[in-house]
């Protein structure tokens, strides 16, 4: 239960991402950092943010060459205004000391989020924030490196209201399919069938994506739908049904694991013209009846307020 001291401070960190410039997350392409070609095609690629991967597409063997890779790629490549974005290891592995440690010190202010995997609790963002406030001071960074906190394991589901108000830092919740059902034990080896041989009567997923976008946004965070490994045929097929399906929920954006992704993600994450001009006309007319102190206005026969210039600030940091 929220005591009485916790709220004002929550409410002074959601006040703070309010006034933070959404990013564009319409596609986020995650590439194994293990992979120099991968990522010197991926650089290419017109995507919002790029993930170089050193987590489950790397053998343990190979983690410490990965992150040489992730740091040389950032301070080597043009990345044309891309977010730059590394996934760690779990905060419970051996390895996430390491990869935090010499990721931030090698690739600096080249680096945007760090996207955090199998997150439990709050706690382990605590770390993660504490660790990266110590590292910014000691090399004197320019600016915080953000987070992005991936909902793929029971434990965040349950204790979601804590993880979301953890730190400042946190830019944008990320579901992982794969190791939800894994961690369930839901039965499904092919997730790019979406439900087809499912006997349950809705959305598998729907539970989850719904408390991330509700808890999300309370929080005033970004939401962005995880890895679908279709891309040929009826993969992709199904990959822009689930794209759909986030939309539908309020998400912003969706990971693509292959080129073929790309474009489906960027098209359903990017609004119409006539919505952007229509959201555009409607954040202009509204604000000038602010410099005229008004807090509500009629525009087009709907009445307009701050919640609907909101959803309007939200389509237009979307558009291309």
Known sequence: MMNFIAKPLINLLVEGRLKMPLRKRRCELITPAVNRGMIEKSSDLPVDQII???????????????????????????????????????????????????????????LDTLIIPKVKGAQDLYFIDLFLSQLETEIGMDCKVGIECMIEQPEAVEYIRDIVFSTSRLEALIFGAADFAAAM??????????????????????YVLNQMAVTGRVANLQLIGGSFPGYDNDGIKNYRLEAEYEKALGFDGKWAIHPNQVSVATEVFTPSDKIIEQARKLKNAFNEA????????????????????????RILVRQE
């Not at 602010?290 to 919640?307: P, R, S, T």
Request: aromatic letters at 8%.
């Open 185 to 206: 034990g839901i039965p499904i080896l092919d997730l790019s069938k979406i439900d087809e041989e499912s006997k349950y009567p809705g959305h598998r997923w729907h």
């Open 52 to 110: 170089l991967d050193l987590e489950d597409s790397v053998v343990e063997e190979r983690k410490k060459e990965a992150r040489h890779n992730a740091i040389a790629a950032f301070n080597e490549l043009c990345w044309g205004g891309k977010i730059r974005s590394v996934r760690i290891n779990s905060v419970r592995s051996p390895w996430c000391y390491h990869d935090i440690l010499e990721i931030v010190k090698g690739a600096g202010n080249n």
């Open 290 to 313: 602010v410099e005229k102190g008004l807090g509500a206005i009629v525009f087009d026969g709907q009445m307009v307020d701050y919640a609907t210039i909101e959803v309007a600030e």
